[in-house]
């Protein structure tokens, strides 16, 4: 068995323990996926969680997908409101790319929300976008419930030996939490040179369909 003692614990990069039980997991998940652009790795907590037979897997994987569902919703209805913050030469830019995500923006939802990716890249122009929020809510809770029960059921029968290879060379702790940092930081620049990009020119070329006003999509 790999001895990773003399490397940084677990519990020394994320300060929980299975002992929160499920109200812990709640409060983890929730807040966790509510900071855009900031991943606290509350799957860490869940797979942690689900790797013995003190808690039940099920139970896991739906608190995971409820509560990081409700947080994400929170993220995009404040994006969806924000979208009255933009000037009208912003909204006019975007509204090609409001046209595309209104076609692909449940497909774009469940894959972010059942794959470990910054998925608030996504959600955030979905509600600058106006889309769905019934499709969202929808696409996202699908997603995550792919994502959990996943994440619960390899560590249930796979215990956390995928999660020790991560661990064995990390000796401090610091740049993990300046890795996240750095991370949210770019996410954030990502989503104003979206709002910045000239979509009719980058759309024009291989979606011409988005560049027509006859489809009623003129929202504020």
Same mark, same amino acid.
């Given at each position: ?35 855009? =652009? &900031?991943?606290?790795? +509350?799957?860490? *907590?869940?797979?942690?969680? /689900? ?8 139970? %896991? ?75 969202? =809510? &929808?696409?996202?809770? +699908?997603?995550? *419930?792919?994502?959990?029960? /996943? ?8 215990? %956390? ?60």
């Amino acid at each position: 068995m790999r001895n990773i003692d003399r490397y940084v614990d677990l519990w020394e990069l994320f300060p929980f323990t299975p002992e929160v039980g499920y109200l812990g997991l709640t409060i983890v998940s929730f807040f966790g996926s509510l900071i855009p =652009f &900031v991943p606290i790795p +509350s799957f860490v *907590l869940l797979a942690t969680m /689900a790797a013995g037979e003190q808690f039940d897997i099920h139970v %896991l994987a739906l608190i995971g997908a409820l509560t990081t569902t409700a947080a994400k919703q929170i993220i995009f209805s404040v994006s969806y409101g924000g979208r009255k913050i933009i000037s009208e030469k912003t909204k006019k830019r975007m509204m090609p790319f409001q046209k595309l995500v209104k076609r692909y923006g449940a497909t774009a939802a469940f894959v972010a929300a059942a794959t470990p990716i910054p998925d608030d890249i996504v959600y955030i122009p979905l509600g600058l976008a106006k889309y769905s929020p019934k499709k969202f =809510f &929808v696409a996202t809770l +699908s997603g995550k *419930l792919v994502l959990c029960y /996943a994440i619960v059921l390899i560590s249930h029968y796979m215990g %956390l030996s995928l999660l020790e290879p991560m661990l064995q060379d990390i000796e401090d702790p610091l740049p993990v939490y300046v890795g996240i940092i750095i991370l949210g930081i770019a996410m954030t620049v990502t989503v104003i040179l979206l709002l910045r990009l000239n979509w009719e020119r980058i759309l024009g070329k291989i979606a011409p369909w988005t560049l027509d006003d006859n489809d009623g999509n003129n929202q504020d």
